[in-house]
């Protein structure tokens, strides 16, 4: 794939060749949208938001990276879904118990044994518990720890994504991870035993 | 979170980008020569490992469908420029609306036709007319306004003839009308030798010669000679609805209904509009 000449014949209103580049991207920006929103439908909704916006505004590219490029348009509108999220809350991020009506603090984890760590992490329950630490950080701490960490993009693209300064990525990504791991401190007993943090119990 | 495998806001920062292999050649000797003698150093970056590794492990989650976008997305994504172009009509119509809604109340613009005036004074015998030998030649000086018939330009006014608002008009009481100014231009206007003691209406004549073919206020000249010269602080002879129009066939009141119009319609189009675009995503 041609990259640059899909953008210019994109520009120039060649619909297919757009639809060429939002093949290539979407499982990407999908996948930010989920983990920031933590909701498939939310998610739906932000990435096909995403590729409108990223179409009606395609002339405003000058280059640099296209990823990186669509990525900002995604998180700018997960930022926006948030906010309006905030201020209108609608369901709860976790599930309700039917019994007792009240939000499930903590689901029964499981322990797994297996050695390979992606038994463990193909658990929904690992899943969801990072996920829920994720979830605990602001939208633009979010955004750089799941560019970079999860999605494994350099500082410098997602610096370009997040719009802020390099340094100012290096210290969110940081503070992002210091929470994040401080969090999965709570869920120890899933995690393989590899990968449980020395000095866990010391708070 | 102070604890044994934190260290440093600053040191933390240091150790997550060393371990991204983000730092200068300089920063990165410097967290070596760390790691090296301070195992607590060297145990927080072993943590921030696992938990890169983690976050890393989490699993890509499948599309749910393709995104790819449809001649009729593609479309309907074109015209926010429509919607935005719409949402200021909307504002600017709703802002002008205002103004002329202001501008209807504090400054006044009518016009009464001379013969009305005639007729209305005629009628009522106002005693302020009964020292002067003929309208056509004397004025009554008094604290007044002068209000002008339409200029050919300006706010308000109508598309109407004076003689058509008279057919209008003329069955209305005119109190306390004084004066109707007729064939006598402002810089000709001399005041009656009974009201000369009459000091602040002097000065107010004076202000009013200083400006040629200007009234007191608004700077309307009288050049239509239809022009009313009526008592300062009466009551209004004419309601609002018989305002004269401008020359462009513009009532204030038409004015103000089409601005109204704009501005609803203008802000349900971008509505409509929008709502479309959302329902098609």
């Not at chain 1, 590219?61 to 926006?80: E, K, M, P, Q």
């Amino acid at each position: 794939m041609d990259e640059s000449a899909l953008i210019q014949q994109a520009k120039q209103g060649d619909l297919d060749a757009f639809n060429q580049l939002v093949r290539h991207y979407q499982t990407q920006v999908y996948n930010l949208a989920c983990r920031m929103m933590n909701d498939t439908a939310l998610a739906d909704d932000v990435t096909q938001e995403s590729f409108i916006n990223a179409y009606q505004h395609l002339k405003s590219f000058h280059g640099g990276s296209f990823r990186a490029w669509l990525l900002r348009i995604t998180a700018n509108n997960c930022y926006d879904e948030l906010r309006r999220i905030k201020r209108k809350p609608s369901q709860p991020l976790y599930p309700i118990d039917p019994d007792s009506g009240e939000e499930v603090e903590d689901p029964v984890w499981l322990t797994d044994d297996g050695d390979l760590p992606e038994d463990f992490i193909h658990s929904k329950e690992l899943e969801n518990a990072i996920q829920r630490c994720i979830d605990q950080l602001q939208a633009q701490f979010k955004a750089v720890l799941i560019m970079i960490d999860v999605q494994g993009m350099d500082y410098k693209e997602a610096s370009f994504a997040a719009n802020t300064p390099i340094g100012t990525t290096r210290s969110r990504l940081a503070r992002a991870r210091e929470k994040v791991q401080h969090c999965l401190q709570r869920f120890a007993e899933l995690l393989p035993q590899k990968y449980r943090f020395k000095d866990e119990n010391i708070q | 979170m102070k604890n044994a495998m934190n260290g440093s806001s600053k040191q933390w920062q240091l150790l997550s980008a060393y371990l991204d292999g983000e730092l200068s050649d300089r920063k990165k000797k410097q967290v070596q020569s760390l790691l090296s003698s301070d195992p607590l150093a060297a145990e927080t970056l072993e943590n921030l490992r696992k938990t890169k590794s983690l976050l890393r492990m989490l699993p890509t989650r499948e599309v749910p469908h393709q995104y790819t976008l449809t001649r009729q997305e593609a479309l309907v994504s074109s015209p926010g420029w429509l919607v935005n172009g719409l949402r200021v009509l909307s504002g600017v119509s709703a802002a002008a609306l205002v103004a002329f809604l202001t501008l209807d109340l504090l400054i006044p613009m009518r016009a009464i036709p001379q013969s009305a005036m005639l007729e209305s004074m005629a009628a009522e015998e106002a005693p302020a007319l009964e020292s002067m030998p003929a309208p056509e030649q004397d004025t009554l000086i008094q604290p007044f306004t002068y209000e002008s018939a339409p200029q050919g330009f300006g706010l308000g006014g109508g598309g109407e003839s004076p003689d058509e608002m008279f057919s209008q008009e003329q069955d209305l009481v005119l109190p306390d009308i004084s004066i109707i100014e007729e064939e006598t231009e402002i810089e000709d206007f001399a005041p009656d030798a009974s009201l000369a003691e009459d000091s602040s209406t002097d000065s107010e004549l004076s202000e009013f010669k200083g400006v040629p073919n200007a009234g007191p206020i608004l700077g309307v000249a009288p050049q239509d000679q239809q022009g009313t010269v009526v008592e300062r602080g009466a009551p209004h002879p004419f309601p609002r609805e018989t305002r004269l129009a401008s020359p462009a066939g513009l009532s204030y009141l038409t004015v103000e209904i089409t601005l109204l119009t704009l501005s609803l319609f203008s802000a349900l189009a971008a509505f409509i509009i929008r709502r479309k675009q959302n329902t098609l995503r």
